[in-house]
C-alpha cells in the first residue's frame, strides 16, 4: 500500500475511535455521525490514492463511492447508508 494511502487510514482510525468513544451518550450523536462519516471519507480517499486516482477536494460519500466504482475498485456499500450519513454529516 502507498505511503500517503496508509496515512488516510491511520487519520480515519482516529475519527472511528473519536465515533466509538461516546457511543453510550445519546446527546453526542452529532458528533458520532461526523466521526463516523470523516473515517469513511478518508477510507474512500485512502482506496482512491493507493489506485493512483486524483482525489476530490469534496466531502460527499456518494461521490467518492462513484470515483471508487469507476476505477473499478471492486467495494459494495450500502448508498443509501452513505447518503444519510452525508445528510447528517452537511
Given at each position: 500500500m502507498k505511503k500517503q494511502a496508509k496515512q488516510w487510514l491511520k487519520y480515519a482510525n482516529v475519527d472511528l475511535r473519536s465515533a466509538e468513544k461516546p457511543l453510550n451518550y445519546e446527546e453526542l450523536t452529532q458528533s458520532i455521525a461526523f466521526h463516523?462519516?470523516?473515517?469513511?471519507?478518508?477510507?474512500?480517499?485512502?482506496?482512491?490514492?493507493?489506485?493512483?486516482?486524483?482525489?476530490?477536494?469534496?466531502?460527499?460519500?456518494?461521490?467518492?463511492?462513484?470515483l471508487i466504482l469507476k476505477a473499478g475498485i471492486k467495494l459494495m456499500l450500502e448508498e443509501d447508508s452513505l447518503a444519510q450519513i452525508n445528510d447528517v454529516y452537511i
Amino acid at each position: 500500500m502507498k505511503k500517503q494511502a496508509k496515512q488516510w487510514l491511520k487519520y480515519a482510525n482516529v475519527d472511528l475511535r473519536s465515533a466509538e468513544k461516546p457511543l453510550n451518550y445519546e446527546e453526542l450523536t452529532q458528533s458520532i455521525a461526523f466521526h463516523s462519516h470523516q473515517t469513511i471519507e478518508k477510507s474512500l480517499k485512502a482506496l482512491l490514492e493507493d489506485e493512483d486516482v486524483k482525489i476530490p477536494k469534496i466531502h460527499d460519500l456518494e461521490k467518492l463511492y462513484g470515483l471508487i466504482l469507476k476505477a473499478g475498485i471492486k467495494l459494495m456499500l450500502e448508498e443509501d447508508s452513505l447518503a444519510q450519513i452525508n445528510d447528517v454529516y452537511i
